[in-house]
């Protein structure tokens, strides 16, 4: 069975501040995305990562894909209240069965002004 | 834009009824999902599709059923609802993606109270 364990769980910061979430796994996938869900709303898309060692950033935040395909990392520099949400991460398998990606349970990030 | 769009924001209903969740995507893609989001377990795959009339079970699909006769439809049918059925309700596409690369979109999500 593959999982996806991320940490933390909860995490309460103030605005400025930097922090790392992280999505870890014994097993290998094929690619991974990360998402943030706002209270109330599905989760929205922000990036995916296919290959070992892949860094991609968008604005604050930067998504790196680990060298073995079975870790990832989001950080987010100076952050602000509006980054505040759940942020999960999911992971493909080559052939895996349709589609189906595994969810990690999420970070609930709250960034305070 | 891929668009996925659910039917109710929030909807509440009685122990026994017959619930039906509607989703539709604009986006011509091949894999629909229904999950569930409970605090604490987070996402629960109950059923997917990846064509029309075709149908996989997920990780939680008792008391759940669901139908798909149009490619841009799938729909979640709770038979005889349940207060454990009590969730968020996300609907997701997406397309037969190569070499496991499966872009999931969702929707907005039904909050389903069952009383």
């Known amino acids: 069975t593959q999982l996806l364990e991320q940490s933390p769980q909860f995490l309460s910061i103030q605005e400025g501040e930097n922090l790392t979430v992280y999505c870890n796994s014994s097993s290998v996938f094929s690619s991974l995305q990360w998402y943030r869900q706002e209270p109330g709303e599905g989760p929205v898309l922000l990036v995916t990562?296919?290959?070992?060692?892949e860094v991609k950033k968008l604005k604050r935040l930067t998504f790196q894909f680990g060298d073995a395909r079975k870790d990832s990392s989001l950080h987010i520099t100076a952050a602000q209240p509006g980054d505040t949400g759940l942020y999960l991460c999911a992971g493909g398998f080559e052939g895996g069965s349709q589609g189906n990606l595994i969810f990690g349970k999420g970070t609930k990030l709250s960034v305070k002004p | 834009d891929v668009k996925v769009t659910q039917s109710s924001r929030y909807l509440v209903k009685r122990t026994g009824e017959k619930v039906f969740l509607e989703c539709v995507q604009d986006?011509?893609?091949?894999?629909m999902f229904w999950y569930r989001q409970d605090p604490g377990l987070g996402l629960r795959l109950i059923y997917f599709s990846y064509d029309v009339k075709m149908k996989e079970k997920g990780d939680i699909p008792e008391g759940y059923s669901v139908s798909r006769e149009k490619k841009e439809r799938f729909s979640l049918i709770l038979e005889s609802a349940s207060t454990n059925q009590t969730s968020m309700y996300l609907c997701?596409?997406?397309?037969?993606?190569?070499?496991?690369?499966?872009?999931?979109?969702f929707g907005p999500g039904t909050r389903l109270t069952v009383t």
């Open positions: 986006m011509d893609h091949e894999n």
């Open positions: 990562v296919v290959t070992g060692g």
């Open positions: 997701a596409s997406s397309l037969i993606g190569a070499q496991g690369l499966y872009e999931q979109y």
